[in-house]
């Protein structure tokens, strides 16, 4: 903006600086300071999370750590082995995927290839309604409606399991699928989708022939967006899943996430300072790390997906 | 089209695109149906305890008696504070990327730094919350330390809608200011921010009602989930919110309480509506009177 640095000259220039310019100077400060939070905020959350976990990893091995397969900090004798809550988290992740990415994309399909607009018109905004209810409403929907009707199908189920979590996990990341993929499938250009019809395609050979491997990037973002969302999801699955660590790929079982078993010490009274007081700032690392990277990737994978388009 | 239809080599082409549309359609009317089933579910469960004396009493080892006061204020009491923190600091650091900073690496790197922070789950926060409010800064459990916390999760998101809003502002409007010799802070003031406002509102109320229905993060700070008490001292007192209560009512095993979770979340939900009603009415409002 070269008008800006004429102005910003003119007026120091002008003699009757001092007022404005110190003012201005003085805003830019502060909001250059408002910028500076957001760094702050991730410094923040790495140092607390190290400082605290090295103390942890003082009085248990990181190998104990990372290839125990037993967990139980707050039962004596004390077994620090993570894969436990690791197995609970990948298998209501991996669950929650299997709900929502066939139904998510179908949805997308639908929306952005055979929907009228008054369809999506009103479509969109309730998607947007769902995506916005709390998550704890969906932890309350797993214990009143869905563990029961588990429980009649499946006689041999725990009340509360991962089938249950990832049920209702699989609804909340639903709309995070549907809204990305549909933009990107929307993104394509009309040029494609118009030469697969002028060489006698139908429009189910145009979409999965044509469409969906244009937008197939964008719309693996979108799923690995929603997979860290499930990775990171609490209260559903703390109300839903159990609260039992278990190395088990069975849905049918109780388990527990590395989130719930944060949320169970955080309502004990664990007092701080002490070893079962910094698990959960160690459980709390490996879970940043993991869905950093997750959030990583996928907005690597969008960016890219946004050069292409523009 | 034609063609498909009269080719003899795939006589089921045609059928087996109708059936791909149909199972898309089916997947969408899914998708709604969750939605339209929750509601009901709440609605059918929580109708009957939801009365004028559920809103105005405390929490109760009774079901019958328990009542949603004290998390209601204590949810006021999180939100007020978080609007105070978040709003300023998100909507300046919104206008220092778009306005002040050029484009450089270190622009770049707040940007991505924004949108990861966007992606961390909000248990994390409420670690941090934990590790910095809480034990570090001796806030203990407080609605300061709740507030600061919930403006975490949240200033991501209102920084990002800000923008989007700033960057909507056609760049003629800020040259015609810059030449009729205005500076930085006057056109930003003048021109960008009345012209942007209802896009930052609706972001803001977005976020608000995202820091509502947040548990996780007050859970991990150890926010109580039994209050007889509203808090007074905004620095000392410990605090209760909706969707915590939610949590702990339906955490109970008796069904009795499982009908006062469904009229809490009644509660929330309402509350929730409207204020997302408050941000599209504001929305349609104010983008009428601007005119390029």
Request: charged residues 10%.
């Amino acid at each position: 903006m070269p008008s800006l640095a004429t102005t910003e000259t003119l007026i120091a220039s002008s003699g009757r600086k001092s007022f404005r310019v110190v003012f201005e100077g003085f805003l830019h400060l502060m909001l250059l300071a408002c910028a500076v939070v957001s760094i702050i905020t991730t410094v923040g959350i790495v140092l607390v999370l190290l400082i605290e976990s090295l103390q942890f990893f003082r009085d248990v091995s990181v190998w104990e750590f990372l290839t125990g397969t037993k967990w139980s900090p707050l039962l004596k004798p004390q077994h620090f082995g993570i894969l436990p809550l690791f197995c609970g988290t990948f298998l209501v992740a991996a669950g929650s995927a299997l709900v929502a990415i066939p139904i998510g994309l179908g949805t997308a399909i639908f929306l952005s290839e055979y929907a009228s607009p008054i369809v999506r018109d009103i479509v969109k905004p309730l998607l947007e309604v769902l995506a916005g209810i709390p998550s704890v409403v969906f932890g309350y929907l797993a214990v009143v409606f869905v563990s029961p009707i588990i429980k009649s199908l499946f006689a041999s189920a725990d009340l509360f399991n991962a089938a249950n979590a990832c049920i209702v996990v699989g609804f909340m990341i639903l709309p995070t699928i549907v809204s990305l993929s549909e933009d990107v499938l929307r993104s394509v250009p009309r040029s494609l989708r118009e030469a697969a019809y002028a060489l006698g395609a139908t429009k189910l050979d145009v979409t999965i022939g044509v469409v969906v491997p244009a937008a197939m990037s964008g719309i693996m973002a979108s799923f690995l967006l929603a997979i860290a969302r499930a990775v990171g999801e609490t209260m559903a699955v703390t109300l839903a899943a159990g609260a039992t660590p278990r190395l088990t790929l069975n849905p049918l079982e109780s388990i527990q996430t590395m989130t719930a078993y944060i949320v169970q010490v955080s309502q004990g009274d664990t007092p701080a300072g002490t070893l079962e007081y910094r698990t959960i700032f160690a459980v709390g690392l490996t879970l940043f790390i993991f869905t950093l990277l997750l959030n990583v990737i996928a907005q690597w994978i969008l960016s890219r997906v946004r050069e292409k388009y523009e | 089209m034609n063609l498909a239809q009269h080719s003899n080599g795939r006589p089921y082409a045609k059928f087996a695109s109708k059936c791909f549309a149909l199972l898309c359609g089916f997947c969408t009317l899914l998708s709604v149906s969750v939605l339209l089933l929750l509601l009901w579910n709440v609605f059918s469960y929580g109708w009957g305890s939801l009365s004028w004396n559920f809103l105005t009493s405390w929490p109760s080892r009774f079901a019958e008696k328990s009542g949603i006061w004290s998390a209601l204020i204590g949810s006021l009491y999180l939100i007020g504070v978080t609007a105070v923190l978040s709003v300023p600091v998100g909507v300046g650091a919104a206008i220092y990327l778009e306005e002040y900073a050029p484009p450089s690496r270190w622009r770049t790197l707040v940007q991505i730094n924004i949108a990861n922070l966007a992606g961390v789950p909000s248990i994390v926060y409420g670690i941090l919350g934990l590790g910095l409010f809480v034990r570090m800064m001796h806030l203990n459990r407080s609605v300061i330390a709740g507030g600061l916390t919930l403006t975490l999760v949240v200033l991501p998101i209102v920084i990002l809608s800000a923008q989007e809003s700033l960057r909507a502002v056609p760049s003629t409007i800020r040259q015609a200011s810059y030449a009729l010799g205005a500076t930085r802070w006057q056109t930003i003031w003048h021109q960008l921010l009345p012209v942007a406002l209802p896009g930052i509102m609706t972001g803001v109320i977005l976020s608000l009602s995202r820091a509502l229905g947040e548990a996780a993060p007050l859970v991990a700070i150890g926010a109580a989930t039994y209050v007889r008490f509203t808090p007074q001292n905004l620095l000392t007192d410990e605090f209760s919110a909706l969707p915590i209560q939610i949590f702990n009512w339906t955490d109970q095993p008796q069904k009795g309480f499982h009908e006062v979770a469904a009229a809490g979340i009644i509660v929330l939900l309402v509350v929730l509506i409207s204020m997302n009603a408050l941000a599209v009415l504001l929305r349609q409002r104010f983008s009428k009177k601007v005119k390029w």
